[in-house]
Structure formats: C-alpha cells, structure tokens
C-alpha cells in the first residue's frame, strides 16, 4: 500500500518567514495530494490539493509543488503570521477510485513566533 | 450547507462496553470515510462507505469494529468491548462522487476509555 512519508516533524519560524515542509509517497499510481491544517482539538481542515497533472499550484500565500518522478511534493507558506501555527498534513490518495480515502503523513507542528 | 456533523463530540466508555460513532455527510455527498488519530500521530484510514455497501474496510481492526452507512440515517461506527488502546480521535469525512471532489472532514469524536 501507499507510504507517505513527512519532514520536518516540527518547524519553527519568526512572523514573516517562509516554512517548506516536504513529503514523500511511494505509490506511483497515487494521483491526488491535498494538504490539511489541523490546530489543537479540531478537525483537519483543506488548504490546498494539487493532481498529479499539475506541477505547482498557488493560493495567495500558499504553494504546493508535485515531483512525479521523484514521487515527491512539498508545501509553501510565505510570510508567515502566528495564526499560521498548527499542525499541517500531507496526504496522497490511492489508486485513483475515490479523493477520499487517503494515507497521510506523521504532521508537521508549525511554530510561527511574532 | 452544512458541513460533515459528527455525535457526539465526546465519548467515554468503561473498558468492555461498546462505543456508538454517528456520521451525517454533508448535503449531496455519497462517500463516507472513517479515520483514527491517536494523540500526536497522523490520522489512519480505517474504511470507505457508500449508502448500504462497504467499499473498502482495509484499514479496519479485525475484531471488534464495525461500519455501516444505511440507506436512511447516519453512519455509525460501533467498536465492541472497548479497551483502553480505542482511546483517540475518530474522524468522519465525506465526498461527492468518486474522483469528483475533495474530502471534508467533521470536527470529530474523541472517544475515552477509563
């Protein structure tokens, strides 16, 4: 099965600073990659996704690159405010059948200090 | 439009009773997905449903746990004999058709057991 793998474990930047965090996957056929934002004690929340037919991806501050050869992609945050803070997961989806059913990697705990 | 509604927020349960998770999608999605965080971990695919039919239960335990998404109702996941290692966060997401949209999550029921 999918194996996604995420670095760094925690991350920690001063307000107005850029952060990358960077995952690996292992399924080639894996084809959906979306990032979450979770903060303490609530649901996974959607910032950005990319396909796999699609190599960077922009939303104001916030950018995702994809590596298909590599098999890898990675998350950009510029200038970073201190409601940035929280932990940020990868995740590829499997096989292409569904969006939903993905595998996710161990998190990102993302410090913005002003 | 309401968004993914999971009940109840949170559970406790006594070692060897059984613990009820009730899912409702949002409006217009057919696709459910179970998922497990443990504290300070990433969350784990546990299973996929579609109205009356499991599609995909690979990451479910053995024993134990089960799902259902009846024609009428909510979602439920039901773990039997509760043992202290079912203490976590169990996260419902849903989703339109197949490869049609992205996974939105609820905010999640945190089960304890004492």
């Known amino acids: 099965g999918e194996n996604v793998e995420q670095h760094p474990s925690t991350l920690s930047v001063q307000e107005g600073d850029s952060a990358v965090i960077k995952c690996t996957y292992s399924?080639?056929?894996?084809?959906?990659f979306p990032w979450y934002k979770q903060e303490l004690g609530k649901r996974p929340q959607l910032i950005i996704d990319i396909r796999s037919n699609v190599g960077e991806k922009k939303d104001q501050r916030i950018a995702v690159t994809l590596n298909k050869t590599a098999k890898h992609f990675s998350l950009h945050i510029t200038e970073t405010q201190p409601e940035d803070s929280a932990v940020y997961f990868c995740a590829a989806s499997e096989g292409g059948t569904s969006y939903g059913k993905l595998t996710f990697g161990q998190g990102t705990i993302l410090t913005v200090h002003p | 439009n309401a968004g993914v509604m999971q009940n109840p927020r949170h559970l406790v349960r006594r070692r060897g009773q059984e613990a009820r998770l009730r899912c409702s999608p949002m409006k217009g999605h057919s696709h459910v997905y179970w998922y497990r965080q443990l504290p300070e971990e990433g969350l784990k695919f546990m299973v996929y449903l579609q109205k009356e039919n499991i599609i995909d239960e690979s990451g479910m335990p053995k024993e134990r746990f089960s799902a259902e998404f009846p024609k009428e109702g909510p979602s439920i996941l039901r773990i039997q004999q509760v043992v202290r290692g079912d203490s976590a966060a169990y996260f419902c997401?849903?989703?339109?058709?197949?490869?049609?949209?992205?996974?939105?999550f609820g905010q999640g029921t945190r089960l304890t057991v004492v």
């Open positions: 997401a849903s989703s339109g058709p197949a490869g049609a949209t992205e996974a939105f």
């Open positions: 399924d080639s056929a894996s084809n959906y």
